[in-house]
DNA sequence: AATAGTCAATTATATTTAACATTATAGTTA
DNA sequence: TAACTATAATGTTAAATATAATTGACTATT
């Protein structure tokens, strides 16, 4: 019933996002509807995908980029390295599996 | 009608960024309650993010990583340093907007 | 002439919701 | 130190609702 608003700036984030998955596809020379057929998924959903369109899940993302050879492996960059939380962890020298409000 | 398979390999890649997502939280001491409601979804879909599951909207994710912390902008990792696309294009001093099949 | 974008209807799937079950942790106690 | 306990955090399920994805036909762009 309630629907979560994306953020302007979260959703240039995304845009921008699929602008690199574009650009990607384009220095390989593949049209869309190769990554489609590739990817198994349909024309329209790559060009959402390329549009940066919030509403796609992930998997999608992943096989397009997988159709962009080997691409997916990208989505391992995100929160790799996560800086702020290492600076908190070290300071407490242990990484709970819970987390336990003060 | 044609449902696009995902492939195991892909599947792993997800549930790694899921659990890196996971760790970031954890290193705040942050409950999964709290990214839900600050993220405006429900307690489920958190857990489906952390899990990696494919299904789940980018959109989603990248609201999820925002309540982290302003985490979003880490989806720019995606595809931002494409080496072999590169080096495709500077052996051609061109990228055009279209591709033409050889 | 091939690639890319748009639209609307249909079908398939995700998300929420709510109630309940399980697990991990902090603080206590033996 | 180790086990105990209270409870917060996490996990699971299923039904109802909301939304995404496909499809096909068409338009526009390069």
Redesign the pocket.
């Given at each position: 019933?309630?629907?979560?608003v994306i953020l302007p700036q979260t959703e240039r984030i995304l845009a921008t996002m699929g602008e690199q998955i574009?650009l990607a596809?384009?220095r390989r020379h593949?049209?869309?509807?190769?990554i489609?057929s590739r990817s198994?998924?349909?024309?329209?959903?790559?060009?959402?995908i390329?549009?940066g369109?919030?509403?796609?899940?992930i998997?999608?993302y992943a096989m397009v980029l997988h159709a962009l050879q080997g691409m997916d492996s990208e989505l391992l960059n995100v929160c790799k390295d996560d800086k702020m939380g290492r600076t908190i962890q070290d300071l407490e020298l242990k990484t709970?599996?819970?987390?336990?409000?003060?």
């Open positions: 019933m309630s629907k979560a574009k596809r384009l593949i049209p869309m509807y190769i489609a198994g998924l349909s024309r329209q959903t790559v060009i959402s390329e549009k369109l919030p509403s796609v899940s998997g999608n709970p599996k819970r987390i336990r409000r003060r």
